[in-house]
């Protein structure tokens, strides 16, 4: 039974930012919250370096669930932005799945609050529908451990990689001569140990 | 190779509730018993508030394994509820096997202690009969971590989806406009942190 | 150096509330929320149930921080409450400690969120007041565990007595026969472990 | 793809009990000293309560492996023991071999010291071999948490089911009343939590 | 300011075992059932080894907090044992108080369930009355770490010890010379990994 | 034996910051490097915010421990600051103890890299010099949690207080009144928690 | 479906060791420094042991990431050795791809930094490839915990047997008698406590 | 109440090693096998890089406990060594104790295997005695968490420092000018993550 690798390809994927919303993100307990923001914010900063299409969506803005954190908003001004009127699962409502459409792209790359709902539903649909689906786990939040590997589970199961947004900017990157300096400083932007090595080597490199 | 999402469906559900009971309570060490408890109250109410049809079964109980929790038979009152005289697996006991079947239903939620035996056995012989198997993992507790290890490997491998209380009642609802109100209520009793988001949101909007 | 030890008394302590705001709440990460509810009810339950003076406060509750949680705003509708319009250490406020000297206690039982500060700040300016000290540390919350460990190190130097609302409950009983029903009742409402024992008892012992 | 439940049989086991001997326990870190003798144990007192087959062996007795545990040696006086003489993989002992094929039996339980070495190697023989094949995980011990985690993945991905010995006796037994005294009995003497419940059901029954 | 090591002494130690119940005992969980259950008779042994004064006590043993455990019944059918008819804190019962002082010890080693209360009320009773007091940490259980952590707190300030089983009995025993196969026999019963070695020994030394 | 609350003064107080370089962080393990980084920035921020004299002091740096972190140095471009030829406490490097006489404060705040030697070394020099000090346990990392356990009980044994950057900055700033905008931004910019508090807030009050 | 057991074999195993560089091994937490440096000799001392092909690789030496550790180049000398220009998967680089079909060999043994890069990536190409691959889990690290677990999932997903070093060796001799001083010392040199049972052995065989 | 730092200081300390044997080591559980035998070498290292007076000793050698591990004793071939016939306070045998007073030193730093008896008791015993005493915390082993954390509790109240061999080796040199490669390779031959970043440094700088 041959095995084929599904490498992500940057001409060939679209991120799915779904409801990093700024009530939802007191819920997230799996990830500490400096660590978390982080991660979100990484995977923002790879979806806008390889020019990656991003659709970002809420559910329920205006009530106790709260706005999308600004960052991603401020970083993502013309994106296709979907306030969801009422469908929990984002693949069920149609202009967000007709964006998605409209991207043209066989890789999705979806991250979310909370992982087990905002991430899984529309994680399971997009492989139904024939998608290849890679999860951005770190930049995925839930109530705790346990929530997060029963989620886990079911979307291997499925069929989806689980990935995280490092394991994913070095698979979209391929080769580090295509940007050194700007994947470098996407890493040690997000990295703070990555960071330290450049600094020591920069300055002892004189 | 196709991927199907077996998706939950509020009209072709059921709910089995296995073995709940005051003695084997004490076994349950893989959760703080305030956050087992709040688990198993809250799936037995998304059981309620879409009127899934539920069965309750008991092992022994009147020996040390001790008596369905309270809280529970009181909620169903007039479900179909099986002291079993003696099946380990409730599949086992033909009577309990008889009302699952009356349900008509298809796709199986299942939660119980201890999660490697009284859940595990009857999601394998619902599997092998052909129904679309959901364990319920929060609401299903056992001695210790390692041991819930092994048991979900054995249900995951034999193709259950794991689920927590949170998604399956997101997955039955779809649709936050189906009842804002009802479900929302139902999120902040078994969510503090969610009730919290709920009271300041009323609170900051007048 | 003889030791004395300074035993919680009924008729000599008042309860101290401290910053159980909604918003402030989704900031404590070293429970689980389950757990630091139950917590919290406890102790309030335990201030009612010994009818302990018991003074409650909030930190800017007209913003970010949000308002006290509803139950226990219901729980205590008379008593003394204070919307502090800026200090931290609610000792600072003088109105506070005025209805603290009023209560002519001399033992403070102290919770709040979250510990390093809204906790140890009064815990501190207490013990320097003279007063005897008990941190009801389960019903206190903050950002995370190292930050707790930190919080209790200073408390304890300074002489405070680290306690949980189970051992200040059993220390203000001091005898079963004061009330057997209503203390087990109490019990059975925040273990639910404990409420296992009694019902497996009631129904074994017929 | 149908499924079909391989579920453990009494008359269709035997159990292999590989390497538990006194110096390689030293090594065994993923469970404490207590739980993992108590495992042990209680996996060998079901191969006897339920009359299964059993074969010991041991790798290098005579060196610094050290002998089998006496307690094991003790409760299988006639089973088939081989010290093998340097297989490191037991299923490439012919005379180990033959001993699991004369028992014609169709089903092995299998536990040992190291997880990833000694039980997982005959494991992933006895699978290769045809084999319906049940790991006692607890019953099984290694380094550490990391090395088992591994060890699990290889064999969950050869088709092994990943048991507990409670869980294994309890699929054996199938039905209480079998037996209700015996394996009571042999439950409470290695789930001290459930010989509680069965002493205060006593006492309280009266 | 000297200090003094207030060491063991085998002719001046008494030990208390406070609230041992069945029902009592599956509110442990800051230890496993088998490590607790090991830890709890080791103590047990120790007191018995060195024929120390044993004193016993319940609490409430008819209702559900169920008998004191069969074993240590068991062990000291003669010990003085005082079902406390409503005192919470065993020092507070006249009849054990007087049993106390009745051995004449000045050191007292004291174990419970639950450390807060059971354990930790007599404990500072016993330190404000004079006496030397050592805290058997791990046959004392407790609802979960935290509140270990804080009972542990509230011991040392007042100036208990805090020990384990195995300290305590080595600081008894003093030199191996004055029972050899006796202590080892103890401690082999007690530490798997000790018996371990115990028989790698005898055999290789043949 | 009365108890003094020494608490921070903002005009009493002064922050040494001991060798935070880049490649001593990457000996620190017992944070991750996210909330690392973001509690040495917040203490710096809070430094600024105060206006507190701050000393900045690295050991070796022209050798693999590497430079200052960049950002410590940009946001105090005008600090004394030691580059220690070789003294590992910096308390014995004169310049460095001149430069903390010279700020004329009683009370010292301590944070470095790693705990147990850059910061408790100064931290006990300064006790015994007579000042008050206050360890930012949160800004001080080191090579795992057993270390950093060792190296809080020495410092809190010498008298030092234990505190995070977040009890500081509250400590100091005593009363929101003093600047809510400056200090709010303050920790909404250390606390992602925070800072979705204030932006839900925000919104939602329009 | 019958499963084939894939085993090691020292005829047919090739090693590949992908970038383990003294910059980025500072960024490996999910292993204790020690645990870590131990685990990459054990499997090099493996290499050499079973005359396996080894191949080493590094990605962008000369910068940040550093130089291959010493230790490594210092065991292999001879061996075939790609400093990559750019490229993140070593798969890609023509030169190593070269030399790794140049083995002849059809299993590959992957060990690197990080796991879910610099492991991961080369896995999956291989397993396309058609090679049998095998992953030595602990002497592959990341940055948490986390990480390695999404990781894992993918590799396994996609057909990757993960090991461990321990048990690679194990596979790898399988019989004692090949070799048992060179392997006893093998491992004694990795397993402090196994060189302990073998000392202990040593005396007290005399 | 001054504060005097009792600065360890080489030209008056000695070393006291306690029962590091072969056979006890393999009780040792809160440390990995690898961390602990680096930490104990570590400490090993520094006493003879600093010249001081070590002392060895070991309990029963001739019996399971097992002999001395042979490293210890190649690196102080000359240093008294005294293998107790039964006492298990090394205090209490005479000729130990008289070693320790004739090194003259005043400062004891003392590590061994059980913390909690083969440490404590002669940390105990030389506060006593008056000597300013030095627990090497990770060159010191036992059972598990628990224990570890009530043997420190005891020491910490009896005035003892807890130390790692980290700490202990920059208090003793003091000033890195002393021989920076001395102590620099002595790091780094125990600390891999300090020496990448010496090896780092040195290709770097060229």
Redesign the interface.
Same mark, same amino acid.
């Given at each position: 039974m041959?095995?084929?690798?599904n $490498?992500l390809d940057k001409n060939n994927a679209a991120v799915l930012l779904v409801d990093h919303q700024?009530?939802l993100?007191?819920?997230v $307990?799996d990830?500490?919250?400096?660590?978390?923001?982080?991660n979100v914010l990484a995977l923002a900063d790879i979806a806008k370096f390889f020019g990656l299409p991003t659709i970002l969506t809420t *559910?329920?803005e205006d009530?106790?669930?709260?706005?999308m @954190?600004?960052e991603l908003k401020a970083m993502f001004p013309d994106a296709p932005y979907f306030a969801r009127?009422?469908? /929990?699962?984002a693949w069920?409502n149609e202009e967000f799945l007709a964006a998605v459409k409209a991207t043209g792209k066989k890789q999705l790359i979806i991250a979310g609050v909370?992982t087990?709902?905002c991430v %899984?539903?529309p994680v399971? *649909?997009a492989?139904?529908a024939?998608y290849e689906v890679f999860v951005c786990?770190?930049a995925s939040g839930t109530?705790?451990q346990?929530?997060r590997?029963?989620?886990?589970? $079911?979307m291997?199961? %499925?069929?989806a990689?689980?990935?995280?947004w490092?394991?994913i900017g070095?698979?979209l990157?391929?080769?580090?001569?295509?940007d050194?300096e700007g994947f470098g400083g996407l890493l040690a932007g997000h990295?703070?140990?990555?960071a330290?090595? /450049?600094? *020591?080597?920069s @300055?002892?490199?004189g």
């Open positions: 041959a095995f084929t690798y $490498r700024a009530g993100l007191s819920l $307990r990830f500490s919250p400096d660590d978390f923001k982080n *559910s329920f009530g106790p669930n709260g706005p @954190v600004p009127p009422g469908q /929990i699962n069920d909370v087990e709902v %899984a539903f399971l *649909s492989l139904e024939g786990t770190d109530f705790n346990t929530t590997e029963a989620s886990w589970s $079911r291997e199961q %499925a069929g990689q689980l990935m995280t490092f394991a070095c698979e990157h391929r080769d580090w001569r295509n050194v990295l703070p140990q990555y330290n090595l /450049i600094q *020591s080597y @300055v002892q490199k």
